[in-house]
């Protein structure tokens, strides 16, 4: 099993900035994968930045230049600058672990964490 343990989320006026912080931990033989989702009442859960094992990232639109992923060993972050009232919602870090040789992986969700943008 993996186990998520995220941090960083809060309350923030526009314009602001937060870290968010997914540290994983558990028996696996590498990370291949982690990523930020976010998702709002109602609303589908959405990709916000995700990075691969070779440093590949991939941003949403309505993020880029703005937020920032990261990796250090088995830790990612998420640094989110100009924040809007917009980026509100729930954060879900995710992370794609392999866990045998032949390249098979497993994907796991963290519990969340709320940040709010007030205007």
């Known amino acids: 099993?993996?186990?998520?343990v995220e941090s960083g989320g809060g309350l923030v006026q526009a314009g602001g900035f937060?870290?968010?912080?997914?540290?994983a931990s558990g028996?696996?033989?590498s990370i291949s994968r982690m990523a930020w989702y976010r998702q709002a009442p109602g609303q589908q859960r959405e990709l916000v930045a995700a990075i691969t094992n070779i440093g590949i990232t991939n941003y949403a639109e309505s993020v880029k230049g703005r937020f920032t992923i990261s990796r250090a060993k088995n830790t990612a972050y998420l640094q989110m600058n100009s924040l809007k009232p917009e980026d509100t919602g729930?954060?879900?870090?995710?992370v794609l672990v392999r866990v045998t040789i032949l390249g098979n992986a497993?994907?796991?969700w963290g519990q969340g964490t709320q940040v709010t943008v007030s205007s």
Do not use: E, W
């Open 18 to 23: 937060l870290r968010l912080s997914c540290a």
């Open 27 to 29: 028996s696996f033989l």
């Open 106 to 108: 497993n994907g796991y």
């Open 90 to 94: 729930d954060y879900y870090c995710a």
């Open 1 to 4: 099993q993996v186990q998520l």
